[in-house]
């Protein structure tokens, strides 16, 4: 257990954030980046620091093999070298999960299949008995990645997906993951890690925060909580668990939060156009432990003022497609309000759309939906919100996160970077766009 290989799947485009992060925090020098993930040798304490502390990996993975195969047969007899009787006992149930990339096998359910026979009929020759098998809520999660002529046994030790740090119970149709939220964070750049005294951190804001993952996750950045100090981890149920040094690292984690001063001005702020998301970002700011630290306020995206008179970072996922829309609404009635949400509950006709574009708004979306896909590219919300940026925001850097390619060219901006990302299945762009007055215009003649 001195020496582990361990694997920290992520999504892609986050690669280079996550070896920063790695090294940050185990201080390993050289994580190897590969497509979709870090790997690092690792002691067996570095992996539970490493699920305490990651923001940006999705789990945590023990390789225990690797090597080539040809069948199903070949995946039977890895599985079967592999020792499992150190790592759980047969009283623990399991779950096989498998992935693969141009792999040569028929079905991939069968492959699944061998590896869990191989794994029970070791179990039964070492110990008489078997575990059992439960695919919702196992307490020893097995993954197989198979490549064209390789398979990788990995065992995880986070058990739920990292993104569940454990406080967001209040959430939207479209929330955002905690782990996209600390991406884009780290492609920002913004300056709150601990050796920034807060009175030096720029100021960051979210206009169309929702349930607030991007302020929450900003805020705990800030106070340097660890993003997993409230939920638990697969690992604990695991046979080399000593449940003394897991006290000792989450109480050395507690001791390197900072506390926010009293009557200190917050530093995050986020608002929505839906006061009832505002809310939910409230209550899930207090589980979070940085209510104190945030402040949330409701408002249109498009009159919104800056929070604060220090120039800071705008940093925003706007809605499309299935999203909930965060354009303006200021204008409605409350008949328009209500005829609004009558559409939105209206049941939805199946549709389809391309990845990598915003799909067509559906039939029975709400006014503040459509403004949002004015002619199908939402180009009337994004050039308002464009020229009040313009007026009310000179000096901030604005990064906006989109599945539209060609949205600068809509805003009439020309970004100064663009960092690829993924938001689950849709491939997206973070945009920066460095915010100047607006010219005055020179008189016609």
């Known amino acids: 257990m001195n020496q582990l290989q361990v694997f920290l799947p992520c999504a892609a485009g986050v690669e280079d954030f996550l070896a920063a992060e790695v090294q940050r925090i185990t201080g390993e020098a050289s994580p190897y980046k590969a497509r979709g993930g870090v790997a690092l040798n690792a002691s067996w304490r570095d992996a539970m620091r490493l699920n305490l502390h990651s ?66 009929d070791r179990f039964r020759a070492k110990r008489g008995e078997r575990p059992s098998v439960n695919t919702t809520w196992p307490d020893v999660r097995i993954y197989v990645h198979l490549t064209t002529e390789t398979v990788s046994l990995y065992i995880d030790t986070s058990g739920e997906p990292l993104f569940k740090r454990g406080w967001r119970e209040d959430k939207g149709d479209a929330p955002l993951k905690e782990t996209l939220a600390a991406a884009m ?40 909580i660890a993003p997993g100090q409230s939920r638990r981890f697969a690992f604990e149920k695991l046979l080399p668990f000593q449940p003394h040094v897991w006290q000792a690292i989450k109480a050395d984690a507690l001791k390197q939060q900072r506390e926010w001063p009293q009557g200190h001005a ?13 809310d939910f970002a409230q209550r899930n700011a207090e ?60 049941p939805r006709a199946p549709r389809t759309f391309t990845v990598g574009a915003p799909p067509p708004p559906a039939a029975g979306q709400g006014r503040e939906s459509a403004q ?25 850097s604005a990064w906006l996160l989109t599945p539209d390619l060609k949205l600068p060219g809509k805003m009439r901006f020309k970004e100064s970077r ?28």
Not at 377 to 392: E, I, R, V, Y
Not at 433 to 439: I, N, Q, W
């Open 55 to 120: 923001r940006l990996a999705q789990r945590v993975l023990v390789q225990l093999w690797h090597g080539g195969y040809r069948n199903e047969q070949d995946l039977y007899n890895a599985a079967s070298e592999v020792a499992w009787e150190i790592w759980f006992t047969p009283a623990e149930t399991i779950k096989v999960e498998i992935t693969a990339q141009h792999s040569p096998l028929n079905s991939l359910n069968f492959a699944a299949l061998k590896v869990k026979d191989a794994i029970c």
């Open 266 to 278: 917050p530093i995050v702020f986020g608002s929505d156009v839906s006061f009832r998301m505002v």
């Open 372 to 396: 949002m896909a004015d002619g199908g590219d939402g180009s009337d919300f994004f050039n308002q919100l464009a020229a009040h940026w313009k007026t009310h925001y000179a000096g901030w």
């Open 418 to 445: 663009r960092v690829p990302m993924w938001n689950g299945p849709i491939e997206c762009r973070l945009f920066r766009f460095d915010l100047t007055p607006r010219r005055p215009r020179t008189p016609e003649a």
């Open 287 to 346: 589980r979070a432990g940085v209510s104190h630290a945030v402040e949330l306020r409701g408002g249109d995206a498009l009159q919104r003022t800056p929070p604060t008179q220090r120039p800071g970072v705008l940093l925003l996922n706007p809605p499309y497609g299935e999203r909930i829309a965060a354009a303006g609404v200021a204008g409605q009635n409350s008949e328009d309000r209500a005829s609004a949400r009558a559409q939105r509950m209206a």
């Open 185 to 224: 964070i780290a492609a920002t750049g913004w300056n709150a890690d601990a050796a920034t005294p807060l009175q030096e951190i720029a100021p960051l804001y979210d206009p169309c925060c929702g349930s607030g993952t991007v302020v929450i996750e900003a805020a705990q950045i800030a106070l340097n």
